[in-house]
């Protein structure tokens, strides 16, 4: 299956795996490399730029095919090196990073010269067209179905990815509610070159991620997300649970202000429910794909069943079109 995403990429497939904070590790980014997808390590997740350079050495040892490592950039009054971060992606001879949050135009030139392909995640036509115009090589654009910060303007994929195949000339990666094949062939469908799942991935067996954790959100439907943060313009998809019900309850009362949620999101704790298995322990990210998901399959299950369910579903579109 190639696409301008495979020859980007240098997979067999162009299906890539979100860079989810704490899940994107390397038993799981080498399992989905290994069955012929594109497997992301997740840079902030580890403590230090020399623990992130160990972790992909790690990833080495299990898999020689092609990997890469998102970075993600979000405003806040004490950040993390993030050129340091760029130079142990850089210097450990990775070719492909996720960029992700704010404009990556400080890193574009440093990985440009090292050879390193970017692709920028995008949630709006606007700041797509923006980092097209800054050069990145392609940008994975997030529906408001998508896990995690799918910006303010609430569009959904089956809107926001033509709106973007339109503009753009670099290639799409689509984002968010993609959990099988279906989904796949409606993104190629739309427009785009391959698909980046975040939320499929983190139900597979490689994924670092406690069994209570999976099966509680196996178990949930479309409609088991909360939107929250919406007041204070950072809007965030995550798993239904108490402590997401009760930063709503905090963020509706008059006057509120983030400081009467922080004691809530402390991403430390999302870590601890995460490995501990407590389903209300923290904030959990998930998409509304959640409901379309049935098992925890392994990597090299699920993308052989992804790519022939996409087959077997336009080769239906184009009968139905004859």
Known sequence: MKTRITELTGTEYPIVQGGMQWVGRAELAAAVSNAGGLGILTALTQPTPEALAAEIARCRMMTDKPFGV?????????????????????????????????????????????????????????????????????????????????????????????????????????????????????????GAEGINMGTRFMLTREAPVHDAIKQAILRGSERDTNVIFKPFKNTARVFRNAVSDEVLARQSRPGAVFEDVRPLVAGARGRAALESGDTDGGLLWAGQAIGLMEDLPSCAELIPRIVAECRAALARASLLAN
């Open 70 to 190: 998102n970075l993600t950039m979000l405003p806040s009054t004490n950040p993390p090196p993030y050129a340091s971060y760029a130079e142990a992606i850089i210097g450990t001879g990775v070719k492909i990073v996720e960029t992700a949050g704010r404009s990556p135009a400080e890193l574009i030139a440093r990985f440009k010269a090292a050879g390193v392909k970017i692709i920028h995640k995008c949630t709006s036509v606007r700041h797509a067209l923006s980092a097209e115009a800054g050069g990145v090589d392609a940008v994975s654009i997030d529906g408001f179905e998508a896990a995690g910060h799918p910006g303010e303007d609430d569009v959904p994929g089956l809107v926001l990815i033509p709106a973007a195949a339109k503009c753009l000339r670099i290639p799409i990666l689509a984002s968010g509610g993609i959990a099988d094949g279906r989904g796949m062939a409606a993104a190629l469908a739309l």
